[in-house]
């Protein structure tokens, strides 16, 4: 099943801070905001819910997530 793209280009700065047990650690910045992650994979997720989703759940989400 095809997923709708979103028709607003998206930039993304990845910033790699930390690589421990084989994977990567950092932050991804886009649109003044700042998500956390903690594996290739999460980031792999963060970007493609981006891409695919409405950015301003997605944002909230994260924010969500981190204050756990």
Do not use: Y
């Not at 930390?18 to 994979?41: A, D």
């Amino acid at each position: 099943m095809a997923q709708k793209q979103s028709q607003i280009p998206a930039t993304f700065e990845v910033h790699i801070e930390e690589c421990n047990n084989f994977t990567w650690q950092g932050k991804l910045i886009s649109e003044s905001q700042t998500i956390e992650f903690r594996s290739e994979l999460e980031l792999l997720r963060v970007i493609d819910k981006l891409l695919c989703g409405d950015r301003e759940e997605i944002w909230a989400d994260c924010k969500n997530q981190s204050t756990r």
